[in-house]
């Protein structure tokens, strides 16, 4: 079946830091990948998307990119702020259904 | 205007006990869902629901009842509330069928005495 496993966390980081958390997937047929961010006491907003082999999502300095070759959607970002701290997602989804599958989730802490 | 709105945000109970959940969504989607987060933080499926029509009916226990009164609404009923059912309840939606991009309403916080 399709699912997502992403690095444990939590992850935690001085201010300005390089980030990365590593998402690699499984699935039939060719599935759209996606990175999620939840705030404290938020819901899951969207932070990027691609649909298709070696797509690059970009969203507030975070980057992603679509790598078949080795199932991979790693998030990095090159200076992280505090305001960063939160809980990111990796999913998928793919073409034939609507079930968006969801990793385990990767708990940032971003210090100053 | 809130996109996703889910009501109550919080809601505390015995164990045995029937609660509701309600969703709106006024982005005119088709499509909604309700998920389920852990105290991991870990988040799974339960339903979908496209058009008043059920979509996706994931390993739940018969206790929980979605209804989908319109396209807008989808509310979740749960029976019998057991400690395990503890978790923050997630409504999403997305435009059609083809799912993409989710929008998440706030969460509801379910706590079973």
């Known amino acids: 079946g399709n699912s997502v496993t992403q690095m444990e966390g939590p992850v935690t980081l001085s201010e300005e830091a390089f980030l990365t958390i590593n998402c690699t997937y499984t699935?039939?047929?060719?599935?759209?990948l996606f990175w999620y961010v939840q705030y404290p006491g938020e819901g899951l907003q969207l932070l990027l998307k691609?649909?298709?082999?070696?797509d690059k999502g970009s969203n507030k300095g975070f980057e992603a990119t679509y790598r078949k070759e080795t199932t991979s959607f790693h998030l990095e970002k090159g200076s992280v702020q505090v305001s960063d701290s939160a809980v990111y997602f990796c999913?998928?989804?793919?073409?034939?259904?609507?079930?968006?599958?969801f990793g385990a989730g990767t708990r940032l802490t971003v210090k100053p | 205007d809130t996109a996703v709105s889910q009501t109550p945000k919080y809601l505390v109970t015995q164990m045995g006990n029937d609660k509701s959940i309600k969703c709106e969504q006024n982005?005119?989607?088709?499509?909604m869902y309700w998920y389920k987060q852990d105290s991991k933080k870990f988040l799974k499926i339960m339903f979908s629901?496209?058009?008043?029509?059920?979509?996706i009916n994931e390993t739940v226990p018969n206790r929980f009842s979605p209804k989908s009164p319109d396209k807008a609404h989808l509310n979740l009923h749960i029976n019998s509330l057991e400690l395990g059912d503890s978790a923050v309840y997630f409504c999403?939606?997305?435009?059609?069928?083809?799912?993409?991009?989710?929008?998440f309403g706030e969460g509801s916080r379910l706590t079973v005495l």
């Open positions: 999403a939606s997305s435009q059609d069928l083809r799912g993409g991009e989710l929008f």
């Open positions: 699935a039939t047929g060719y599935p759209s």
């Open positions: 691609a649909t298709k082999a070696d």
């Open positions: 999913a998928l989804m793919t073409n034939n259904n609507n079930d968006m599958r």
């Open positions: 982005l005119g989607h088709d499509t």
């Open positions: 629901y496209n058009n008043k029509e059920l979509i």
